[in-house]
């Protein structure tokens, strides 16, 4: 087990080389791939600098195990900010962000030359802080960023930032965990250690090439915790008017106008469609559409474009014969949804069964009402 265990060690040290080279060529698309880069190349720097264990003098050192368990902590928080950018792009470009990770590694020339135990302490609490200071912040960014996704955008797929939640939430506990048991750790941990370490970071470089950056103003970035009473106030303050007849007016002009696009010109066939557009399309703005939807209809933009996708499969499906069948793959693209995976599960959310079941209830309907005939 311990041979297995030193393979891992250096099977994982190969993979992020390889994951620096694989994103190096990348690092220009954008920040978040940017930060990436040279977190792979810090992971890599963490696990190969645990190779000087392999020396007997080195194993077992108690300055040496703290001066490696400083530098550790650092580049978990390296990790952090990446998370912190994926969530909130160009979020990294402010110095203080680099605060905490510099700290760290300023603690160990400090404690290779006082080496007192209350630096070591202090790293670690320090460290272990802000980490679950910047997990917390990432979370709660992460249900701001949907929320604003479903009012701007009728899909989610390549934009939602589930992923970074997941490998956040799994790269964090299997960290804490490791650094709690580390002083009973075995062979057998190690080697697992190293295998959840190359199946998170392989579905974070899977998901991050992928990921299509939303780039947000600062007014937006405001809108995403907007509340009804903020735009209520604004309308009022902003035309004299009050809120009731304000909500009214914003009603009257839209609802016929959003309608009338939805069936004639079937705007939601749009895979790509946004508040954006529908918005220029009926030569009003974006705010007064959210309001409309969240306000009279008590639903997302996200959930208002995807319902008439359901429908619309539904019509589909309803024609299709055992003879002109086709697949859901294709159903799902002609209904205007973005992947099937997103269709079926909304499908489901929505008439409470999925396409496939749907599809042979029709088919059962049709030969009962025609062996009745």
């Known amino acids: 087990m311990e041979a297995l265990a030193h393979q891992m060690r250096g099977a994982t040290i190969m993979f992020f080389i390889f994951l620096c080279v694989l994103t190096y060529k990348d690092r220009k698309q954008n920040r978040m791939m ?11 720097v963490g696990f190969l600098k645990d190779s000087i264990f392999l ?7 108690p300055f040496i195990d703290n ?19 994926a969530v909130r792009p160009e979020s990294t470009k402010k110095p203080s962000v680099w605060i905490y990770p510099a700290a760290e590694l300023l603690l160990i020339p400090i404690y ?53 939640v997941i490998s956040c939430l799994i790269y964090f506990v299997s960290v804490f965990t490791y650094a709690m048991a580390f002083s009973v750790s075995t062979w057998q941990s190690e080697v697992l250690y190293c295998v959840l370490t190359i199946t998170v970071c392989s579905y974070i470089i899977y998901s991050a090439l992928h990921h299509k950056v939303i780039m947000t103003s600062e007014e937006e970035e405001t809108e995403i915790g907007e509340t009804l009473e903020n735009t209520e106030g604004y309308l009022e303050e902003t035309t004299g008017v009050s809120v009731t007849e304000n909500i009214q007016n914003i009603t009257e002009m839209i609802e016929h106008k959003l309608k009338q696009c939805m069936e004639t010109q079937k705007l939601y066939l749009n895979p790509k469609l946004s508040l954006n557009t529908v918005a220029m399309e009926i030569g009003s703005n974006t705010k007064y559409v959210s309001l409309y939807l969240n306000h009279s209809l008590g639903c997302t933009f996200y959930d208002y474009i995807n319902k008439f996708r359901v429908e619309e499969s539904c019509r589909i499906l309803e024609k299709m014969t055992d003879t002109g069948r086709i697949n859901m793959t294709e159903v799902a693209e002609m209904s205007g949804f973005n992947s099937v995976s997103t269709f079926n599960r909304y499908f489901r959310s929505v008439m409470g069964i999925t396409p496939k079941e749907y599809y042979k209830k029709c088919m059962n309907r049709k030969r009962t009402d025609s062996n009745n005939k």
Do not use: P
Not at 35 to 43: E, R, S
Not at 78 to 83: D, R
């Open 112 to 164: 290779a030359i006082f080496r007192n135990s209350g630096i070591v302490t202090a790293a670690y609490i320090l460290g272990y802080a802000a980490a679950v200071g910047k997990v917390i912040y990432i979370m709660i960014y992460a249900i701001r960023h949907r929320k604003y996704m479903h009012n701007h955008y009728s899909y989610s797929d390549n934009i939602s930032l589930r992923w970074v």
């Open 55 to 61: 020396s007997r003098a080195m194993y077992g050192n």
């Open 34 to 44: 940017q930060v990436l880069f040279f977190t792979f190349l810090c992971l890599a």
């Open 67 to 85: 001066m490696v368990g400083i530098f550790d902590v650092s580049v978990m928080l390296v990790v952090c900010n990446f998370f912190l950018e």
